[in-house]
């Protein structure tokens, strides 16, 4: 089961990210006296008590703007609710409840997401009555902690785990591939999702989405059932773009953890951003399989070489993930959308590919006898054999002589030899490296 996200929600300066920093155990997210130093998602692995969950430092909600304030602030807590299976609500003891903090907790109210209240800067048990002002917001009893001297937060992530998915969960049916359809803004991915439900399938049910409200399509298309995540459109149109960008990328990771396929859409008449190789990025360290779907190829002026001219654009900015095929489609007249189910259906095929061991230590005495493994002070690398441990992604144990003179090159260089063999296109290997006892 993927790992539940936990969100961290309140106005600037309650000491969100001094917070965030004690809970994962390291100097993470910037901390700094001044309103919003947490410009960017900032999100790390955590556990508690044996669960394991995603932490997710936001931004501070704005409650300054002059300028739709009530706007800025649903748009702000919606898109974090939406994404989290947990919330907490920081507040600061210290200065007391706000107007602020009254606007957010009615609207955490509302929502069906759990939501633990913590009161920060409560730095000593004289500070522990003004926890009881904040029974006021009406989100059940507040919890005293201190970010700063670790005081209290062991009590807090307690409650935090009860409220936490069952662990036991388990996939409604293994059989179905899982796409998400996630980029920026404005690329086409409603209309790539709209184009694919509305081509001769069968749209067969509606399926809750586990980490958000979205819903999600499950429809058949030649005897294969696929599952579509939809984080299309799930972005409002707005002048008040930067606190939404901040959010992008959590709403993609909840997104791409839950598929076995994403399409990593582009916009063909624009450069690729940093944002499009932040969301590539995420696909490619959750290990999920890829592909690029580049958009809007109707609006680009071409010869014989734009093409290629735009493949080698992409790989310049998202070299990481060569690996995934590319499609140069049009949303709206429907120029190769075909091909991005059957690009699925191949990624999808290498995800879950299993290799015998018997041909794998092949594979990699070939390797070995192509390229010598490296060597350091008079010790050269041996490695003993091999054996694939799973699927999705496909990953791949070495027993060695000392994993120390593993070099990355070396590394990289099998990666590439097995990937070419067993030609693992679209999706990421795992190759692990370890002492033969």
């Known amino acids: 089961m993927d790992k539940p996200i936990v969100a961290i929600v309140g106005r600037p300066n309650v000491g969100k990210s001094t917070f965030f920093n004690q809970i994962v155990g390291k100097r993470i997210s910037i901390v700094d006296d001044q309103p919003g130093v947490t410009r960017d998602r900032i999100y790390a692995d955590a556990e508690w008590l044996n669960r394991k969950f995603t ?54 109210r509302k929502t069906r997401k759990p939501v633990v209240l913590a009161v920060n800067k409560i730095d000593n048990y004289e500070d522990e009555s003004m926890v009881l002002e904040f029974y006021s917001l009406g989100l059940g009893e507040p919890i005293g902690i201190s970010s700063i001297h ?53 749209i067969v049910s ?26 299309a459109g799930i972005r409002r149109k707005s002048r008040i773009n930067e606190a939404l960008e901040r959010y992008s990328v959590l709403r993609a990771l909840a997104a791409i953890r839950r598929c076995d396929v994403a399409l990593i859409m582009l916009d063909a008449t624009q450069p690729v951003a940093e944002q ?10 959750e290990g999920k399989a890829s592909v690029i779907v580049v958009n809007k190829w109707d609006l680009v002026e071409k010869d014989t070489y734009t093409m290629e001219e735009y493949k080698n654009r992409i790989l310049q900015r998202l070299g990481f993930i060569a690996y995934a095929p590319m499609v140069f489609i049009s949303a709206k007249t429907g120029q190769r959308v075909h091909r991005v189910l059957e690009l699925v259906d191949e990624v999808y095929s290498r995800y879950t590919m299993r290799v015998s061991t018997g041909v794998l230590n092949d594979c990699i005495s070939d390797a070995v006898a192509v390229a010598a493994p490296p060597s350091e002070k008079g010790r050269m690398l041996k490695i003993y054999y091999a054996t694939q441990v799973s699927v999705k992604p496909p990953t791949f144990v070495l027993f060695v002589n000392d994993p120390e003179l593993m070099h990355d090159s070396y590394q990289r260089y099998l990666e590439n030899y097995l990937r070419k063999t067993f030609g693992l296109t679209g999706t990421p290997i795992r190759l692990l490296v370890r002492q033969r006892s």
Request: charged share 30%; hydrophobic share 40%; net charge negative.
């Open 55 to 108: 932490l997710v430092d936001t931004g501070g909600l704005d409650t300054e703007s002059d300028d739709e304030l009530l706007v800025h602030i649903r748009r702000q807590v919606e898109i974090a609710i939406d994404t989290a299976d947990v919330i907490i609500f920081l507040v600061d003891g210290q200065v007391g409840v706000t107007p602020a903090d009254l606007q957010i907790a009615n609207f955490l």
């Open 150 to 202: 670790k005081r209290g937060i062991g009590d807090l992530l307690d409650r935090v785990v009860k409220h936490l998915p069952d662990k036991e969960v388990e996939e409604e049916e293994d059989q179905i591939i899982k796409i998400a359809v996630v980029g920026r803004p404005n690329v086409g991915k409603s209309s790539l999702v709209n184009r694919i439900l509305g081509e001769e399938r069968v």
């Open 206 to 231: 509606d399926i809750p989405g586990t980490t958000r409200d979205a819903i999600d399509t499950l429809f058949e298309m030649e005897g294969k059932e696929y599952v579509i995540i939809d984080t």
């Open 276 to 285: 499009d190789a932040k969301i590539a990025g995420l696909v490619h360290d």
